[in-house]
């Protein structure tokens, strides 16, 4: 029985990445194009905001019922832009959907570590694998079959998911966020270089598929095949970082940030393959960037902060997403790409001055 648990666990991972990524990287051309949303990033911020509020909430709130109600939002979410094309609809799906992943990302990644710390290393193969394949089946979804088919695909995933969330025994307990925190070098570099990570895939997911689209009128499906090497980067990159070990962050740490002010000066250049090639490059720096974070945290804090530092990294990781695509959707896509540039070579500098000093 234990057995067939766990695989429904790692099947139930699978396509929470599935749905996780629909909702992060499909939500702005849903709301350009399938809802005639004007402020279409919006929907984006709301994802994010309330992303914050549920990983919060799963500091202090380690509940079987909680993870329950949380994938149950997450079918709820889907079946309102099913039955009803209203944006209002729309805005709370959205809500609901950054709420409920917020918690579940949190405890799907506690559960595995609960069955065993070999079971890490397979979480992180399962969620790589899942993170190619989903914008390559979301692709032909939306190629050939439309929206409405694609909105049911993640309705029976999502089902997959509360299923599990029934079954699954792991005891309830109570987590403690530790308010103390002195900030440290670790921490300061970790939100560093999380900044360039944020602006990264900020105009990945948010502006540029729905750029494609309006601007080069490329249909939806070819606009968001713009994941497809975007991602295959990211889980290429952090492949390799697995098998390196250096104990020079400094050169990774560098050579992202340059990578993805390189990514965006690419994209100046606007035809398809130049946006493929960009999205290439700012995958890399994707990739290399989160498992960084992790490291530095690591490396500068004792095991009793540890978990304190990391949720205070996630939570600001969320603030940022929703700051930075909030303040981007008052620029058009040759101002953001600028900004974007600048941003990334002065977190450059302080980088360097922070090595000198």
């Known amino acids: 029985m234990k057995d067939k648990i766990i695989l429904l666990f790692y099947l139930s991972l699978f396509f929470s990445r599935f749905i996780y990524n629909f909702f992060y990287t499909t939500s702005p051309i849903l709301a350009k194009v399938y809802y005639n949303i004007i402020d279409f990033s919006l929907v984006e911020v709301y994802l994010y905001i309330f992303s914050l509020i549920g990983t919060f909430v799963s500091f202090f709130l380690f509940r079987r019922l909680i993870f329950r109600l949380a994938t149950f939002f997450v079918i709820i979410s889907i079946i309102f832009i099913i039955i009803i094309k209203n944006s209002l609809l729309f805005y709370i799906s959205n809500a609901m959907a950054g709420f409920s992943f917020g918690i579940i990302i949190a405890y799907m990644l506690t559960i595995a570590s609960f069955y065993g710390e070999e079971h890490l290393y397979l979480y992180s193969l399962i969620l790589s694998i899942s993170t190619i394949v989903q914008p390559m089946v979301q692709t032909l979804i939306m190629l050939f079959m439309g929206f409405k088919l694609l909105f049911i695909f993640y309705l029976v995933l999502s089902l997959v998911l509360f299923t599990y969330s029934l079954i699954q025994r792991m005891e309830d307990k109570k987590e403690m966020f530790n308010l103390k925190l002195k900030v440290n070098y670790g921490i300061i570099i970790s939100i560093l270089i999380t900044i360039s990570y944020v602006t990264g895939f900020s105009v990945i997911s948010t502006f540029l598929p729905v750029y494609l689209v309006v601007n080069k009128h490329l249909s939806t499906g070819i606009a968001y095949s713009i994941f497809i090497p975007f991602f295959a980067s990211t889980v290429l990159s952090r492949t390799l970082l697995s098998t390196i070990k250096t104990k020079k962050l400094e050169i990774l740490s560098s050579l992202s940030i340059i990578l993805t002010a390189l990514g965006f000066a690419i994209l100046f250049e606007q035809t398809y393959i130049v946006d493929i090639i960009a999205a290439f ?34 939570l600001f990781r969320e603030l940022s997403f929703s700051l930075i695509i909030y303040l981007f959707s008052f620029m058009n896509l040759g101002t953001q790409l600028t900004v974007s540039i600048i941003l990334n070579l002065i977190i450059l500098l302080i980088f360097f001055f922070f090595k000198l000093f």
Do not use: D
């Open 281 to 314: 490059i700012l995958g890399i720096s994707h990739g290399i960037i989160y498992p960084l974070a992790s490291v530095y945290i690591t490396r500068y804090s004792t095991a009793n902060e540890r978990n304190s530092y990391m949720s205070l990294y996630l």
